[in-house]
């Protein structure tokens, strides 16, 4: 089992910056790929970026291209998601998850199985 709580959510206004972080514990061994996901109320929950663990390959939506980052930090088994130049569209539960992945499909979910409980990102015009 892994276990993956976020941290950072919160308010900001269109143009700022928020760092989300991810704590993984637990047999984090077994995970390839970790990212990050978000769903707006009325929405399908979409994929944000990924990250493959061993070798650190990053993957990244069309949307946050440019302005997210994913990072790990593998001594701490930390995920990050460095956002910048945020819009109001950005507005989401973010969640954090983990997984087997898909090497060719790292943003669906359907390859993360261990997901955390969400973090609110509120960004206002």
């Known amino acids: 089992q892994v276990q993956l709580v976020e941290s950072g959510g919160g308010s900001v206004q269109a143009g700022g910056s928020l760092r989300l972080s991810c704590a993984a514990s637990?047999?984090?061994?077994?995970?390839?790929?970790m990212g990050w996901f978000r769903q707006a109320p009325g929405k399908e929950r979409e994929g944000v970026a990924a990250?493959?663990?061993?070798?650190?390959?990053?993957y990244y939506a069309d949307s946050v291209k440019g302005r997210f980052t994913i990072s790990q930090d593998n001594a701490r088994n930390t995920l990050y998601l460095q956002m910048n130049s945020l819009k109001p569209e950005d507005t989401a539960m973010y969640y954090c998850?983990?997984?087997?992945?898909?090497?060719?499909?790292?943003?669906?979910?359907?390859?993360?199985?261990?997901w955390g409980q969400g973090t609110q990102v509120t960004v206002s015009s």
């Open positions: 998850a983990a997984g087997p992945g898909s090497t060719l499909f790292p943003l669906r979910a359907l390859g993360y199985n261990y």
């Open positions: 637990g047999y984090t061994y077994s995970i390839r790929y």
């Open positions: 990250i493959y663990t061993g070798g650190g390959s990053t």
